[in-house]
């Protein structure tokens, strides 16, 4: 026989198990091995490695380019005695390092909640007698026994099942309990076929169980998810790359800018400490300080946005990456469905009843031919009876909301018959239950023993092809005993399964018995009916696909469910079209990476999926230059929510793992919740784009001043101390203004953003240099022709100042529309606006006038004549970048901003091609195509 893995328990007899680890199910392991194997595991729990300590992520902090260039600039001011230079540098730099301090952390906190979901308290057989013990202490070789409502505490190989169900929905996505028996099965079967193994964190619904551990801690299925989790890398989003490659990018240019003026000066004859302290000067005007805070803050913004719309954000970047999401991969099973198994329609006399409503709430109507029932035909009444005295489980209200005890799909049929004015509770007094033989995986079906005015009444469901076989008549339509066609049953049976829906048959036999005996059951019963089930599409997820769709962004699902279940389920929410296939997770386990990547263009639904292929699915989409958004709620959905470009979990109904690796919690569970924080995404994103176009091209002329300054030969007209002043107080006061902006009313009717769309590009460059050379001349023109009426250099300097500051006002105004003039986003949508601006009028009135401001930046009160001249360059400033824009628009291009929004066009200046679902990306890619 060739070597079993450790994951292969499945493929083996129990018999071969209780061999290979040396235990029996009568007596178990001794008290002694049983230490010597904990010895030598280790505790059945999960540890959590310890993470990056606070230290380290404090000082990773400061490991950026611009960073670099900064603490370099406050040690050469140091140097140089310039101690206010150095302490606000200094300063700026702790305070950017102090924000991504507070906002990073938590990272680890997935493993503690998978530590948390183990049970804690087991039934073991040791020594040949049974005890409880903590779940910590189970070591392989053990025997657990296991009952309704257990938690199971490590994986187990069955050895004995007693109708046996287990709901695995939060690890292998199926969801209806799972029946359980002892025979092993195919050794590629995936997880949720794997129906003589019990997994650690799943829970027992119905029947009893015994089981030998065969895997503990990290070597379960849950521990395997543990390591995926710790080996999966949190991806930098589409911001932070852009940002990476603009800041290296930046520190190439700035370091050779500044060393070109150094080296021109002192070749001139310059004292070499000046001209150090002009590079010093050149590289503080071009580095954008208040960039870092000012994309934190806006994100922040988002976020208290996003939670007023029930998404919460847990990393900021992730608030960003909505904006660029591209392709979202949806787990089916409470997250596009309900998580309720709903009856759905009804086969009884021959025909077909439909129920309306969803979930376990009993509220909807019957009807047949689309008119609702005025009064239940017997026959129908006879089927939902059986349903709802054959059944284990339970509903009741508590404080609005309806709480259940078993198995889903024996509610559903609870609910079915509260829609049509039957109680179980009234059901059950009238014909109290005698006798049951429960449900067995290996039987098929359930059976109960009434006691009825007639005598006794055997009510029994199962599946349709074991229920038929077993009787021969039926009810008729008016609830008269006729012949039974069976074909005919089964062909609506089929077509029943078709649609995605789960089929149960019923059954009745009159019996003078008072105890059940499977053999009388054999033959003889009359058919009931028909009632089939599916757990339904959540209304507002239709809606909330179609318009992911419009807004350029593709839909996938990945489920642990069966595919023709999946495919029904993606097409009453429009993911697919008829005709549509399914990858099953088998067919994916055969493609390798290259191949999985053309397979993940085309196919929209992904079945019986486990949880390291959906790892990979979500990475082949990554490799296809996908932004990816996967949204879950299970433990098997955890790995993948953290290597997503954005993890979106489940906060009501999701797992506590789940909602760790994530980057976003939805506080309904509601897939629309997810459309309303991608508008909200890229309305954070449009407002970053209108600060970095804003200051990008402030510091770049501030930049050119010192340059052009150095190579003149004259003095400088702007210290680094002042040009600090400018750059932190207009970025706070000014600059985070924009961070207020409402959301454009087209933001949802354009494509996302190609991921890898720079920062800076053609059209922002062209932006930097026009307002960059203005300031430049205003600025150095003003200094100098002061300078040549008598000014003193203080007063020439704050001339200077209050240009650039001035100048800033001015374009503010100009980027608060990318793409239009400003006064279309009306005059006083944001009152932030108008406030950063007098505010900052406020600030500059001090820095030009009070004594205090004067001593510490030299500064001091131009002539009046100067205003003049100050307010006519920063108009002429806006006036000029004004008719910019409006040639741009007007001849096709993009007005500027660093992903180039064109009118008509998508986000390179490509023409929209309308498709299916409306706009769709320039690429082509939208919608389903099977």
């Not at 140089?80 to 924000?99: K, P, S, T, Y």
């Not at 309990?177 to 025979?183: C, D, L, Q, S």
């Not at 757990?535 to 593709?554: E, L, S, W």
């Not at 709620?633 to 997503?644: E, M, Q, T």
Request: aromatic share 6%; with cysteine; net charge negative.
């Amino acid at each position: 026989m060739m070597p079993v893995e450790p994951s292969g328990w499945h493929a083996r007899s129990h018999q071969e198990a209780f061999a290979t680890f040396q235990s029996s199910p009568s007596d178990g392991l001794t008290e002694e091995v049983a230490a010597e194997r904990l010895s030598l595991h280790g505790p059945n729990r999960i540890e959590v490695r310890p993470g990056r300590g606070a230290v380290l992520r404090f000082a990773l902090q400061f490991h950026q380019p611009l960073i670099y260039i900064l603490l370099a600039s406050g040690a050469i001011a140091a140097f140089l005695h310039e101690w206010a230079d150095a302490g606000v540098i200094f300063g700026v730099v702790l305070v950017n390092a102090l924000i991504g301090f507070i906002q990073e952390g938590r990272a680890e906190d997935a493993l503690a909640a998978l530590a948390r979901s183990v049970a804690s308290e087991v039934t073991v057989q040791r020594a040949g007698q049974r005890r409880r013990l903590s779940a910590a202490e189970l070591v392989p070789g053990d025997v657990v026994w296991l009952a309704a409502g257990d938690k199971v505490p490590a994986d187990l190989r069955l050895f004995d099942t007693r109708a046996l169900q287990l709901t695995e929905a939060s690890l292998t996505g199926e969801s209806t309990a799972v029946g359980k028996n002892t025979e092993p099965v195919p050794a590629d079967s995936g997880l949720a076929e794997r129906t003589c193994m019990a997994f650690a964190g799943t829970l027992v619904v119905a029947g009893q169980a015994a089981g030998l551990v065969v895997a503990t801690g990290r070597g379960t299925e849950t521990g395997r998810i543990a390591d995926m989790l710790e080996e999966a890398d949190t991806l930098a989003t589409p911001l932070t790359r852009a940002m990476a490659r603009f800041s290296s990018a930046l520190l190439v240019l700035i370091l050779a800018l500044a060393a070109l003026g150094f080296v021109v000066g002192s070749l001139r004859g310059e004292p070499w400490l000046d001209m150090l302290m002009a590079a010093v000067a050149l590289a503080v005007g071009a580095i954008p300080e208040g960039l870092p805070a000012a994309v934190t803050v806006t994100l922040a913004i988002g976020v208290a946005r996003m939670a007023r719309r029930r998404a919460i954000i847990r990393r900021l970047p992730a608030v960003e990456t909505l904006g660029s999401t591209t392709v979202i991969c949806s787990d089916k099973t409470g997250t596009l469905t309900e998580n309720q198994m709903t009856v759905r329609a009804a086969l009884a006399g021959g025909r077909r009843y439909d129920f309306s409503g969803d979930g376990y709430a009993p509220r909807g109507a019957v009807s047949a031919g689309g008119a609702e029932l005025a009064e239940l035909p017997t026959a129908l009444r006879e089927l939902l009876v059986a349903g709802a005295l054959c059944n284990d489980a339970g509903l009741r209200e508590e404080e609005g909301c309806w709480q259940i005890t078993g198995d889903p799909t024996e509610v559903a049929l609870l609910v079915a018959a509260r829609k049509a004015g039957l109680h179980e509770d009234a059901l059950g007094s009238a014909m109290p239950r005698l006798d049951e033989i429960a449900f067995d995986s290996a039987r098929q079906f359930m059976a109960t023993l009434h006691r009825s005015d007639g005598g006794g009444v055997v009510m029994l469901k199962g599946a349709p092809e074991v229920v038929l076989r077993r009787c021969t008549n039926m009810l008729d339509g008016d609830g008269r005993v006729g012949p039974l066609d069976a074909q005919a049953v089964n062909d609506v049976a089929r077509g029943l399964a078709a649609e995605g829906l789960r089929v149960l048959a019923f059954a009745r036999l009159l019996t003078p018995a008072e105890t059940l005996d499977e053999t009388t059951l054999a033959d003889g019963l009359c058919f009931l009916g028909l009632q089939a089930m599916l757990d339904p599409p959540r209304q507002a997820a239709i809606g909330a696909i179609h318009a992911c769709h419009r807004a350029g962004i593709t839909v996938k699902m990945i489920t642990g469910d069966h595919a023709v279940t999946a495919l029904a389920i993606a097409r009453q929410l429009g993911l697919v079209e008829e005709g549509a296939r399914a990858l099953t997770g088998r067919e994916l386990a055969r493609l390798d990476a290259n191949g999985l990547r053309d397979v993940v263009r085309d196919i929209h639904v992904f079945a019986r999926v486990e949880p390291e292929q959906k790892l990979r699915l979500v990475q082949a989409l990554q490799a296809n230059g996908e932004v990816v958004a996967m949204t879950g709620d299970g433990v098997n959905d955890a790995p993948a929510l953290k290597v997503a470009d954005i993890g979106v979990a489940m906060g009501a109904g999701g797992t506590e793992v789940a909602k760790e690796a994530a980057a976003m919690v939805l506080t309904d569970d509601n897939f629309a919740s997810i459309e309303a924080a991608v508008e909200e995404g890229r309305g954070v994103y449009d407002n970053l784009v209108k600060f970095i176009i804003w200051t990008l091209p402030t510091n770049f002329g501030e930049g050119l001043v010192i340059l052009f300054a150095v190579l003149a030969g004259v003095t400088l007209p702007i210290t680094p101390l002042q040009i600090l002043w400018i750059n932190m107080t207009t970025a706070v006061l000014l600059g985070l203004a924009l961070a207020f902006e409402p959301i454009q009313g087209d933001v949802m009717a354009r494509p996302p953003r190609p991921p890898g769309t720079p920062i800076v590009d053609r059209l922002l460059v062209r932006r930097i240099v026009l307002v960059g050379a203005l300031l430049l001349v205003a600025s150095f023109g003003l200094f100098l022709r002061w300078r040549g009426l008598g000014a003193t250099l203080e007063e020439a300097r704050t001339v200077a100042v209050n240009v650039f500051v001035a100048g800033e006002i001015a374009y503010l105004f100009n980027c608060r529309n990318l793409r239009g003039p400003f006064w279309r986003c009306g005059w006083f949508s944001n009152p932030w606006f108008w406030a950063g601006i007098a505010a900052m009028l406020a600030l500059q009135a001090l820095f030009t006038w009070l004594p205090a401001m004067n001593s510490i930046f030299a500064s001091a009160p131009p002539p009046v004549a100067a205003w003049v001249e100050i307010a006519a360059a920063a108009v002429l400033t806006s006036v000029v970048v004004g008719i910019e824009k409006a040639l741009a628009n007007r001849y096709g291009r993009a007005g500027v901003g660093a992903n180039s929004f064109a009118r008509g066009g998508d986000l390179t200046g490509h023409a929209q091609r309308p498709g299916r679902y409306g706009v769709t990306r320039g690429s082509g890619r939208s919608g389903p195509s099977g």
